[in-house]
């Protein structure tokens, strides 16, 4: 039974020097796992360099850092880019008389490694090595008229060809023809190379894609300018090299002070290599590796890039750049935090663990004291008498950490394969070994003083005497004890009230308090013990008076409710933290990603977000369309309101919950009727006209570039509400052409030929730009009268509008506006209906950001701390709305957030309209990766140390118990002869158990629930998209706590009653025969 406790002990006191390195390799893991190879990667940029060629950054690329003698990254992709310019296109001025006004048209030239793998052409073939010409974009050549075989005009540099300043023109074959990629993938690396949009000043369009090597040894025309003159910091003289490159600053001897990027710099080339082997980069790696990738970037910029000139003036530029450094110094930060943490719980399981090893090993000797004192009086020598008292502990010592040491591995084996990442192993560790041998020091320790003691007290030693010195010892050592406690728990009460975060070191309150509470337990128990044991001495109930005499014994109960109290405390403190911090990483998964799933997707230019996903889900119960914009001004989140109920996550801590239906109803205050649907078909008549005057302004301003005869509209979709809350649109046809009527039709929903349904817009998809035209509806069939209609909507690239059963029609007026495109819409709220953040105080209406990235009005509906996906800042908005308030080309991050059922459908469906499913996050991904954070992995130790001490304790309870009744076994007979029963002893035996397991149980379930009801909220941190003004529920687990406790009382009462059975069944006149002889 004390290799068993020993092997425990060992076991317990090493598993968090096993957990915590491994802990910390997950740390590192974690947080580099988190960014994606690319953002951790390397990227050598070419601007500030005196030489700029591939050559040049390849060989900066060389003497990039290694790890493990192997290359920190992998193979690098070569990128070259130029800014062009293209023939300026004239649009007419929006008033009589005005000059037309001159549109500046960019692109760029891109060469980028193995580009060609990676673009689908629809026409032609990618540019080969060697060709001079250029692959353009399906966008590019709709817009410019060009084909495979027709030559493109431009010219290096931001100037139009042509014009003062230019650079001369080169006129190039268009070979091929590709759609514009997705940037998603890993190739891009991020980088949005295909941005195709109108400005209020220009143009720009897809890059140009030329040749590998179309680059290399160019010379960029232009003669050398030389301005003679003295620069200072503040006014630089410059000298334009001759590539029209740089712009280099002259110090005042002269000399180059200083190369400067220049605004119109045409070439640049970058150099991007991932990240190659993350899984390498460790614990133990991450520091030394910290500071090589960070003296590597220091030294390359430090020499090779100089000052440069950027957007916003002079500024560095770095020629070296990774997010490595950061990505390290922000683990080792968590590593740091994660310390703090978890150095409180290694500081408890060492103190129980001693604390039990010690008295086990003081047991084992004590219960021999008789067979000592016989030894003595027999005329056995003190070194003979120490020799066989220290004989079986330190036997029990030395098998006691091999075992130990085992079944700790073993039992973290098990714990890291639950909560640590893949790939992360526990190994056994120099202080984990030092902290088992450390164990057994104290173990030999603790034998030597007790056999000292039980050698030199002597047979004869005066009792009185003795007992008033123990007497005083004890006094003082619950002095100290008390003093520890009140004065650490008045320590960390001062660091909690001073921190204005998180205080890892609050979470050694409870055992802080699990000290305190079991030497006032103890000292009451005993006091209690006497007055029981004066009560019942002249009772007939020998049972209870037995119990409390021997719990009088204060030394034997204060040790026992100490250890219980504190591994019963540490248990409860587990069981809170982890349900508590489960929880709460619950609740901010489910508000950070607002739906159990949610894409991101791209769409064709032809579709936009709401069509697709309301023909991928007709029904509006499993998926919603959303944008979301982030400027420096503030975030919007623009939602399909119809949709939100039954999708959009609104936690319970959030104050809108559960009225959330009837909230996000006032976003889109779209008029209910509309046009009900009769019959099976719906058809609409539909006219483009232009006025004379308009035609033949259009046809002059344009050069023939555009003709009424290729004006026209894409598209025209017809949207049919449901009885659902969602609606059903449906693209019902293509016009083309001006000044003749079209008339396109769409079928009836099967569900609304019963009635139920109503017609509230019919919709058109512009497929042309800068011109000045106006559509008609004619008439529509398929619908009965209605005294209401349906509110307008428009945005800058479609509208629709309310239908009038007047014989005139409904126009909509389109027209450039300040170089862009606007629909004028007949009429426009003033503003948007809006759920915000809080206001200021004394504003009714906030300022929030539109999907083109402007600046619009909203009117506050409601008003949260936090909101779901935006967190403690931004707006949420009807989509639909929002597009009314566009003015240029939306750049809104397009995202599908999916119902709780299988998304699967809604996804395939989605892919079959075109659109591109990019990464899907979901709440499982988001809290299965808030499992690595610092709080949570120490979160992981908690509860398995604190059961792995319980089970000690209990080892150790039952241990001191039999060795108790072994050396009370004479008592116990005398007993017997003197009259009481079997059962009578069996049940003062577990009496006195049980007081004493109770009593730790209930102080360690006092510790750890009032000091986690402190504490947890110091502790675990809010999830990071509540705001921190929430009150969060930390209110701990009833049934689980309860359950625990009884689970502790029962077993050790069963064990307790084990061991008092077979103590009592060995109490006989004979055994009390056997010690008299």
């Not at 614990?283 to 000052?307: E, F, M, Q, W």
């Not at 479609?798 to 059963?805: C, F, I, N, T």
Request: charged share 10%; proline share 7%; net charge positive.
């Amino acid at each position: 039974m004390l290799v068993v406790t020993g092997t425990l002990a060992v076991a317990t006191v090493i598993l968090a020097p096993l957990y915590i390195p491994s802990a910390k390799d997950a740390l590192v893991v974690s947080v580099v796992r988190a960014t994606s190879l690319q953002q951790d990667g390397l990227q050598l940029n070419g601007f500030g360099l005196s030489d700029d060629s591939r050559a040049a950054l390849e060989r900066l690329f060389a003497r990039a850092p290694r790890l493990d003698h192997r290359p920190l990254f992998g193979s690098p992709l070569a990128t070259a880019f130029m800014t062009v310019s293209l023939p300026s296109l004239k649009i007419p001025s929006r008033t009589p008389g005005g000059v037309a006004q001159s549109v500046v048209q960019t692109t760029a030239l891109l060469e980028r490694t193995a580009i060609c793998s990676h673009l689908r052409f629809v026409a032609g073939t990618c540019p080969r090595r060697g060709s001079q010409g250029v692959a353009v974009s399906t966008r590019d050549a709709a817009a410019l008229h060009l084909h495979v075989g027709s030559n493109v005009t431009f010219a290096a540099g931001a100037i139009a060809p042509g014009t003062p300043g230019a650079l001369p023109s080169v006129k190039a074959p268009v070979v091929g023809i590709y759609d514009p990629p997705t940037t998603l993938s890993a190739y891009w690396w991020g980088t949005q190379y295909f941005d195709f949009s109108s400005t209020p000043t220009g143009n720009v369009y897809d890059p140009f894609v030329v040749a590998p090597g179309y680059f290399d040894g160019i010379a960029i025309p232009g003669p050398p300018v030389v301005l003679r003159g003295h620069g200072t910091a503040t006014s630089p003289a410059f000298v334009v090299g001759s590539q029209y490159r740089y712009l280099v600053a002259l110090s005042s001897s002269g000399s180059p002070g200083g190369v400067f990027f220049a605004a119109n710099s045409l070439l640049g080339r970058t150099l991007q290599a991932p990240l190659a082997a993350p899984q390498r980069i460790t614990n133990t790696t991450a520091p030394g590796l910290l500071r090589s990738i960070s003296g590597y970037l220091d030294s390359v910029n430090k020499h090779a890039a100089l000052n440069v000139v950027g957007s916003q003036g002079f500024g560095p530029l770095p020629v070296a750049a990774s997010s490595l450094p950061g990505t390290l110094t922000k683990a080792l930060a968590h590593q740091h935090s994660f310390s703090t943490i978890s150095i409180v719980v290694v500081v408890e399981m060492l103190a129980i663990g001693e604390l039990v090893l010690s008295a086990v090993i003081a047991r084992s000797i004590l219960a021999r004291d008789p067979e000592l004192r016989l030894a003595q009086l027999r005329g056995l020598g003190t070194r003979r008498i120490v020799q066989r008292a220290i004989a079986e502990p330190l036997v029990a010592i030395v098998l006691t950490i091999p075992l130990g040491t085992a079944v700790g591995v073993g039992v973290m084996h098990l714990v890291a394969s639950r909560v640590l990442p893949s790939g992360v192993t526990v190994t056994l560790t120099t202080t984990a070994v030092l902290t088992a041998v450390g164990t057994a020091v104290v173990g030999l320790l603790t034998t030597a003083v007790i056999i000292m003691i039980a050698v030199r007290r002597g047979v004869v030693e005066a009792p009185r005497a003795t007992q008033r010195r123990r007497v005083v010892f004890r006094v003082a050592l619950d002095v100290a004890l008390l003093a520890i406690a009140a004065t650490g728990t008045f320590e960390l009460v001062t660091a909690i009230s001073a921190s204005s975060g998180i205080a890892p070191l609050a979470a050694g309150a409870p055992a802080l308090l699990a000290l305190g509470l079991s030497v006032i337990a103890a000292w009451l128990l005993t006091i209690t013990a006497r007055l029981v044991a004066r009560l019942t001495r002249s009772l007939k109930r020998p049972s209870v008076y037995v119990a409390t005499r021997q719990l009088r014994q204060r030394a034997s109960a204060l040790h026992r409710a100490l250890v219980v109290g504190l591994a019963i405390g540490l248990v409860t403190f587990g069981i809170g933290l982890d349900d508590v911090g489960n929880s709460l990483a619950r609740t901010g998964a489910a508000v950070t990603n607002g739906a159990t799933e949610v894409a991101e997707v791209t769409l064709p230019p032809s579709l936009t977000i709401a069509e697709a996903v309301d023909r991928a889900d007709p029904s509006g119960h499993e998926a919603m369309a959303a944008q979301r914009v982030s400027t420096p001004a503030g975030t919007t989140l623009a939602i399909q309101a119809r949709r939100a109920p039954g999708i959009l996550t609104w936690s319970p801590t959030l104050g809108l919950h559960p009225a959330l239906a009837q909230v996000v109803q006032g976003l889109d205050p779209r008029s209910a009727g509309g046009f009900p649907v009769r019959g099976r078909r719906v058809a609409v008549t539909v006219e483009i006209s232009l006025t004379k005057a308009q035609a033949a302004q259009l046809e002059r301003s344009s050069a023939g570039t555009v003709t009424p005869a290729t004006l026209g509209v894409s598209t025209v979709t017809m949207e049919i509400t449901t009885p659902t809350p969602a609606g059903l649109i449906e693209s019902v046809g293509v016009l083309s052409g001006a000044g003749k009527a079209v008339t396109v039709s769409a079928n009836v929903p099967t569900a609304c030929r019963s009635g139920g349904c109503d017609l509230v817009g019919i919709s058109f998809s512009l497929a042309q730009t800068f011109t000045n035209f106006e559509i008609s509806i004619l008439g529509v069939s398929g619908i009965a009268p209605s005294p209401g209609g349906p509110v307008l909507a428009a945005s800058s690239w479609r509208a629709s509008g309310a239908l009038h059963r007047a014989s005139r029609p409904a126009s909509w007026t389109v027209a450039p506006s300040q170089g862009a495109l606007d629909l004028v819409p007949r009429s426009l709220p003033p503003t948007i209906p809006a759920i915000t953040t809080d206001l200021p105080p004394g504003q009714a209406t906030a300022q929030i950001v539109g999907l083109d990235s402007s600046t619009i009005t909203a009117t506050p509906i409601a008003q949260e701390h936090a909101l779901p996906v935006l967190g403690a800042s931004g707006a949420i908005v009807d989509l639909r709305l929002a597009e009314q308030y566009l003015q240029a080309t939306d750049h809104a991050q397009s995202l599908v957030f999916l119902g709780p059922r299988d998304p699967s459908a809604v996804l395939r469906s989605l892919a079959a309209e075109g659109a591109h499913v990019g990464p899907i996050t979901t709440v499982a991904q988001i809290v299965t990766a808030a499992r690595t954070s610092p709080t949570a992995l120490a979160q992981d130790l908690v509860l398995p140390a604190g059961i792995a001490a319980a089970v000690l304790v209990a080892a150790g309870l039952l241990f001191e118990t039999v060795t108790d009744g072994r050396a009370r076994i004479a008592e116990l007979a005398a007993l017997r002869v003197l009259g009481m029963r079997r059962s009578q002893l069996v049940t003062a035996l577990v009496l006195e158990g049980i007081a004493v397991v109770v009593l730790g149980a209930v102080v360690g379930v006092v510790a750890g629930v009032v000091g986690a009801h402190f504490v947890l909220p110091h502790v675990l941190p809010p999830p990071t998209t509540l705001a921190a003004s929430f009150v969060i529920p930390y209110s701990l687990p009833t049934a689980p706590l309860a359950r625990a406790a009884l689970l502790v009382v029962i077993l050790g009462g069963a064990a307790v009653l084990a061991s008092a059975v077979r103590v009592v069944a060995r109490a006989s006149f004979e055994q009390l025969r056997a010690g008299e002889r």
